[in-house]
């Protein structure tokens, strides 16, 4: 019996469509798992909008996305006095909310409208994780394995249901890159446009394909039989394409979303309507003044505390035996809590340390070959590389301001960080698999299963407290 169920399995693992098929089904069961009780928690009885209780940073970006559809929020909400029609939450660039305010004016003021860009793109963004492996060379379970990371993973399974901006860009910025891999510069460019326009971490994709080139650059010079594209001149040329394309496609539609809602200086009560440049230095002297001199208080952390979720942030937390100030009468059980899932943090480590190995102990030539072999020898190379600048180009930016400036840094960063950690630990685990020992499918299999209990357990409806 046993041996007719390892031919089965080895059946269907070699069938080609299997991979996507796996692939599709951890897509529609992720998205299955945020979207429910999506409208969730809100008041007893529930009947109109102000009675769903928004979560974490929903607060400012939904009551923007209002005022944006030319709704006015709730007395004491955030940016109630702000004119309608404008944008109050000027301090980022105007793309999720202009969505979320679409979603308002198609659909209504609720939840849904809410929360369903968020759905979207986090669906798009565990796709572009298969896209970008796949773009690196890995082969197709590698891929679906790191898709099925970010599905399991609590911090990107709660920003993909709450109206918030992190999970736009991350999305965005996953289909840069992989654009990027694929030798699209303009096309990557015009994707990392767009991120730039959900949120300003993404030009830290800068920082990750100049990495990204230089290590393959280094790879180059060891390696002479290396792929021709790995050269100087491609390199730079490929850089410079997207990064230009990016600056100066953002800025045009900064301007073009400046004129549909105008940026809102809430904190001192005036329009920004000096044009895309005087909007940009609105957000960079923003961020700026956002820093802890003493250390970070209340949710604020430092990018060291991420690397072992030293910091939990409680996004809401609801029990209706013990209600919150202000939140009696509020139903169901909640816990949404920004933590990344501890099995794959815990894996993350040793693969980042495996991707850094392999690209030191990387074979100098491989004798006889020639180009063709040459650049399927190397081609897999990609992923550790990706997994190293990714992980590099966007944290070490935010590690720099909390050093440097002390910069105020908070647990949820890292969602725009996380995308290379799948990466490293998708390398590492097809790594192991190759070595078809028995223990070792073993321990694949127990850390799957582990992702998968972490994300049942962390569930913000699973009542634990």
């Not at 400012?60 to 209002?66: E, F, I, L, P, T």
């Not at 565990?126 to 898709?147: E, K």
């Not at 021709?228 to 073009?256: E, H, K, N, S, Y």
């Not at 990387?362 to 190397?378: E, S």
Request: hydrophobic letters at 55%; aromatic letters at 12%; glycine letters at 8%.
């Amino acid at each position: 019996m046993c041996t007719v169920a390892r031919f089965m399995v080895s059946r269907l693992r070699s069938y080609p469509a299997t991979p996507l098929l796996v692939l599709a089904l951890i897509s529609i069961v992720s998205l299955g798992a945020r979207s429910l009780l999506l409208d969730e928690p809100c008041q007893s009885p529930c009947t109109k909008a102000q009675q769903h209780t928004m979560i974490f940073d929903e607060a400012y970006y939904v009551n923007a996305a209002r005022v944006i559809a030319g709704i006015r929020p709730p007395v004491g909400d955030h940016y109630n006095d702000a004119p309608l029609g404008t944008d109050p939450n000027a301090e980022h660039p105007q793309l999720a909310k202009l969505i979320i305010a679409g979603a308002i004016e198609l659909f209504g003021d609720g939840p849904f409208a809410w929360r369903i860009g968020s759905l979207i793109f986090g669906s798009l963004a565990i796709l572009g994780m298969f896209g970008l492996v796949r773009a690196a060379g890995g082969g197709r379970w590698t891929a679906v394995f790191a898709s099925f990371l970010m599905a399991g993973d609590n911090l990107l399974l709660v920003h993909s249901r709450i109206g918030t901006l992190d999970v736009y860009v991350v999305a965005a910025m996953i289909w840069a890159v992989a654009f990027y891999l694929r030798d699209r510069a303009l096309l990557a460019g015009l994707t990392l446009a767009v991120a730039f326009a959900f949120k300003l971490v993404a030009p830290y994709v800068i920082a990750v394909l100049a990495l990204l080139e230089l290590l393959r650059l280094a790879i180059k010079w060891r390696r002479p039989d290396a792929p021709d594209q790995w050269r100087p001149r491609p390199a730079v040329g490929r850089w410079v394409i997207t990064t230009f394309t990016a600056c100066g496609v953002f800025m045009g539609l900064l301007g073009v979303m400046d004129r549909i809602a105008t940026p809102y200086n809430d904190a001192a009560a005036v329009l920004i309507t000096g044009g895309p440049f005087d909007h940009l230095g609105h957000m960079i002297a923003y961020a700026a003044q956002q820093v802890s001199p003493h250390g970070p208080k209340g949710i604020a952390s430092y990018p060291w505390d991420w690397l072992v979720d030293a910091k939990t942030i409680v996004y809401l937390r609801i029990n209706p035996s013990l209600p919150g100030d202000g939140l009696y009468a509020v139903h169901p059980v909640v816990k949404f809590l920004g933590f990344i899932s501890p099995p794959i943090l815990a894996l993350a480590w040793p693969g980042v340390a495996f991707a850094v190995y392999r690209l030191i102990r990387m074979p100098r030539q491989v004798a006889g070959g020639t180009a063709g072999a040459a650049t399927r020898a190397l081609s897999d190379l990609d992923l550790p590389i990706i997994a190293v600048s990714w992980f590099l180009g966007t944290w070490i930016p935010f590690a720099l301001l909390s050093l440097v400036d002390q910069r105020t840094s908070y647990l949820y960063y890292m969602v725009i960080v996380m995308p290379g950690l799948y990466v490293a630990v998708a390398y590492l685990a097809s790594w192991a698999w190759l070595l078809h020992r028995r223990w070792v499918s073993l321990l694949t299999i127990l850390f799957a299963v582990s992702v998968v209990v972490a994300a049942v357990l962390l569930y913000p409806f699973v009542p634990v407290f």
